[in-house]
């Protein structure tokens, strides 16, 4: 287990002497010999101590550039490196996020239904739906999930890539025959109803990008 701790008054036993954890900072600084993680570019001390009702864990003590205070980090396996346990934090991190922002944005836990499996749907539907919402926030260059909630009906109705990519199209090749018309080598309205443009168009069409569209289409 790897979890941040309070500097609260919560006693570690460290030498055979009771201290919390800015005692315990204090007799680190004064006996010197802070290490630096380069990866992460901050100063730290880790010290395993006895942890009451828990038994040895492994306290790492450090401060970020960023930021003014010193941190305490524990970890039940004493074995982790630093950087090792900075790691699994981060990825823990990454789980209360996602519970905050179900329950903030999504109302995780609001269903007031008294049926288990409305329960068992109402998680079901927000996780997929946070999915949903994170690819799209992924693609969309980590935008806020609030933001996105707040845009949605702007995005539903907005262009997507096949319809700009179709609409570029359609100007290039209305470019391409106003030059030929210009030059006087065809008659524009005459080309339009060839049966080469016709072909060319159904051709496109019938691409993927025509597929995208009819998709949309029957979506909206």
Not at 60 to 75: A, E, G, I, M, T
Not at 111 to 138: E, G, K, M, N, P
Request: glycine share 4%; with cysteine; charged share 25%.
């Amino acid at each position: 287990m790897v979890c941040g701790v309070r500097k609260d008054k919560r006693q570690y036993l460290y030498q055979g002497n009771k201290v919390n954890a800015k005692a315990l900072l204090a007799i680190l600084k004064k006996a010197g010999n802070a290490k630096r993680c380069r990866q992460l570019n901050s100063r730290y001390y880790d010290v395993v101590v006895h942890y009451e009702d828990i038994g040895e864990v492994k306290l790492y003590v450090c401060r970020f550039p960023y930021q003014k205070q010193w941190r305490v980090f524990l970890s039940t396996d004493t074995t982790l490196s630093f950087l090792a346990m900075m790691e699994v934090y981060a990825t823990r991190w990454t789980i209360e996020v996602f519970f905050k922002e179900m329950k903030q944005q999504l109302r995780l836990g609001q269903c007031q239904s008294r049926d288990f499996d409305a329960q068992i749907a109402h998680v079901t539907t927000c996780c997929i739906l946070y999915t949903f919402l994170a690819y799209v926030r992924r693609v969309h260059a980590y935008a806020p999930l609030g933001a996105l909630f707040e845009g949605m009906a702007a995005d539903l109705v907005e262009k997507n890539r096949a319809e700009r990519l179709w609409a570029l199209f359609e100007e290039l090749l209305d470019a391409v025959v106003h030059s030929i018309a210009d030059s006087g080598a065809v008659d524009l309205a005459q080309f339009k109803r060839s049966p080469e443009y016709v072909t060319l168009k159904a051709l496109f069409e019938e691409s993927f990008l025509g597929h995208q569209l009819q998709a949309l289409d029957k979506t909206a």
